[in-house]
């Protein structure tokens, strides 16, 4: 005769069964067909018996049914093997948090003779149904919203799931080897926790890490790729001047020709054509890349940007292959920065914003140049330009400027001449290699 | 005062076309005593000339690139500069990746013409250039004190009379204040002080130039030159200077 306490069994049994399935089935929709659904239904009822016969047969028949649902899918091995694993580990331990709420907290006590432990087995299954949903739900949120193809952070992740489903069903079948089970269900359930908040805090940190590291290469390969493409550019550019070159000499040269024959009407013609933009466009070659100090290339690069975009007339020369092996290049950059702020605010105001700068090499030493066009009614008092607090700005501290006489003031191989002539004014930083 | 022309451009048309500027110039100046020794196309004709240079101011027009020759317009440019420090080089050229304030620097080229401006405006430019070359020269012919000074190895010049006051930075430099500059180069006052007599020491770390002295400020302690600068003066020096200025 079936008694209650195995109905209630069975009952159990199945649901937990078609659980797992359900749970599968939400993380790879792609297998839900008709076929699979009839494999689900059968096999929750079938197995169930399984156990009967031997148990723990019916686990051995669910991974195989799972595995054979999966092989259709084209998942990558290692996203199905670490999903199975979650699925175990989510539908085992709300059964846990299930049973843990309905004998303790609800304070039921079980008697297999009765119809109640029926309910009670139902009740047990609906909770396991409602927190494996609740759980899965947001599981498949976090899956979706942060999945990393890389494939060592998904080995860390199925390396985590495996110890934490391992050490779930290795202290869950302790206790039920010991016949323990009930009496320390609150124990294992806590034991669970700390195991996946460690794991899961350990794994994060690493794969936070990792993501870093992935970042800062697909980083560093856009850089490589972006000095790759300016260098084409720069070799282009190289061509095309070249071109250019010969053209205005042989226009130039066909002018001087002509005006022996006095063909004016050709004359003017050329000379119409020779002063256009046409010809005459410049093209920017800084050789800003050949700088082999990224600071210094960097504040460079940056403040001409800046000009430019303020529609700033710039023009760079930067000399091949300077040394600065045994320079300061943050105190350089300071001076550069401060020299270029000032220089691009000045020239902002005049009629025709310039900005010209030079990197200059010699056998010996380093030269920049920095020269800016200043506003026709701008007086500079190049007598304090240098001192504390003085501006040629209004409500401006001015420091820029002494902070730069500070610099070169404790280094004695820095040299600054200071000129404004012609409504020019021009710095130029001369730093001597030190012996 | 005797000016020698030099010209060297590859192109022939062009080169015989600068060639008639220059002569137009020197038929309509003929008060200055100009010579016009080399126009060539090739640049090694300069190179030699070089070798053996005439008396007076050379004044170069020079190509910057040369179709059938390794010598570069900047090589030799560079080679004039080593001769001699007053000699004039103006670069006329269609060669635009020229580094202009590199040069200028560097070689302190006089002018840089572009041929894309058409050959009317490049006359004019020539013109220009050897006019205030010999304006130049006709001054310099009153000898005025030059004040040379050095940052690392090179060496710069500037008219002494240009020259307010230097002023020390630190022990081994020094900055002078010009009406619209302030250079800083290597060197002590007190070296200074014995090489150009005329200097007048106001503060430990101050000498003046004495020629560009306007007035006394007695009250804020501050020396006022011709052009409107002013710099410190310590007390203890202000009778010696009122002394010496009255002795002059």
């Known amino acids: 005769m079936i008694s209650f306490s195995n109905i209630s069994w069975y009952l159990a049994s199945a649901t937990n069964t078609l659980l797992l399935f359900m749970v599968l089935l939400v993380f790879v929709p792609e297998i839900v067909n008709r076929f699979n659904i009839s494999i689900i239904i059968l096999s929750s009822i079938l197995f169930t018996f399984a156990d009967v016969v031997k148990n723990g047969t019916s686990f051995v028949l669910i991974t195989i049914v799972i ?13 199905k093997l670490s999903i199975f694993l979650l699925d175990l ?16 907290l609800l304070k039921i006590t079980f008697s297999p003779a009765l119809i109640e432990s029926v309910v009670i087995s139902l009740l047990i299954s609906l909770l396991n149904w409602i927190l494996a949903i609740g759980l899965v739900l947001i599981i498949r949120y976090l899956i979706n919203k942060f999945y990393i193809s890389d494939e060592l952070i998904q080995w860390i992740i199925l390396l985590s799931l495996t110890i934490i489903t391992a050490s779930y069903i290795g202290l869950v079948l302790t206790s039920r080897y010991l016949k323990v089970q009930l009496t320390y269900l609150k124990l294992t359930t806590a034991i669970l926790f700390l195991i996946i908040a460690f794991i899961t805090i350990g794994a994060s940190f690493f794969i936070y890490g990792h993501i870093k590291k992935i970042q800062a ?3 560093l390969k856009t850089i490589e790729n972006t000095n790759l493409y300016i260098q084409e550019l720069e070799r282009k550019n190289e061509d095309l001047r070249g071109l250019k070159h010969d053209y205005k000499n042989l226009l130039l040269s066909l002018e001087a020709t002509i005006k022996d024959d006095n063909n004016t009407e050709a004359i003017k013609k050329i000379n119409a054509y020779t002063s256009t933009n046409s010809v005459n466009t410049k093209i920017e070659d800084s050789g800003l890349y050949s700088i082999d100090d990224e600071l210094i290339r960097g504040i460079i690069v940056t403040k001409l940007v800046t000009a430019k975009n303020k529609n700033i007339e710039t ?8 040394n600065f092996a045994n320079s300061n290049s943050v105190e350089i950059t300071r001076i550069l920065g401060i020299l270029f702020d000032n220089a691009i605010e000045a020239t902002i105001k005049s009629e025709k914003p310039i900005l010209d700068f030079a990197l200059i090499s010699y056998d010996d030493s380093i030269e920049f140049i920095i020269k800016n066009s200043v506003s026709p009614n701008q007086k500079i008092d190049i007598n304090n330009i240098y001192t504390s607090g003085f501006s040629t700005k209004k409500n401006h501290s001015g420091l820029g400027l002494a902070n730069i006489k500070r610099i070169v003031d404790s280094n004695s191989n820095y040299y600054l001449n200071t000129s404004f002539k012609n409504g020019i004014f021009e710095v130029i930083l001369t730093i001597l290699e030190v012996k | 005062m005797l000016l020698n022309i030099i010209l060297c451009e590859d192109d022939k048309n062009l080169l015989m076309y600068y060639r008639l500027i220059i002569k137009n110039y020197i038929k309509d100046h003929p008060q200055y005593d100009i010579s016009f020794p080399i126009y060539s196309q090739n640049p090694r004709e300069v190179e030699s000339y070089l070798d053996t240079p005439p008396e007076g101011i050379n004044f170069f027009i020079l190509d910057i690139e040369f179709h059938d020759s390794q010598t570069r317009g900047l090589d030799l440019a560079e080679k004039i500069r080593k001769l001699s420090s007053i000699d004039k080089i103006v670069f006329l050229t269609s060669y635009d990746q020229f580094a202009k304030m590199t040069y200028e620097r560097k070689l302190q080229s006089f002018d840089y013409i572009t041929k894309d401006i058409g050959l009317t405006n490049i006359e004019k430019r020539i013109d220009d250039d050897l006019n205030s070359t010999v304006n130049e020269l006709l001054e310099n012919d009153d000898q005025p004190v030059k004040f040379s000074y050095s940052i690392g190895p090179r060496e710069y010049k500037v008219d002494l009379d240009d020259i307010d006051y230097f002023e020390a930075s630190d022990s081994h430099k020094i900055s002078f204040h010009t009406k619209d500059s302030i250079e800083q180069f290597q060197g002590s006052l007190t070296a200074l002080e014995s090489k150009y007599e005329n200097l007048f020491r106001v503060h430990k770390s101050i000498l003046i130039n004495p020629n560009n002295f306007e007035e006394l400020d007695k009250h804020k302690h501050k020396v006022i030159f011709k052009d409107g600068k002013n710099c410190d003066i310590s007390r203890r020096r202000v009778s010696a200077l009122i002394r010496y200025i009255v002795s002059t």
């Open chain 1, 315 to 322: 023009h760079f020369e930067i000399a091949d292959s300077v």
């Open chain 1, 89 to 104: 580990l989510i539908t085992i331990s709300t059964q846990s948090i299930a049973s843990y709420i309905v004998f303790n």
């Open chain 1, 67 to 79: 595995f054979y649902m999966l092989r259709k899918s084209k998942r990558k091995k290692l996203f």
């Open chain 1, 217 to 219: 290469d697909a980083e």
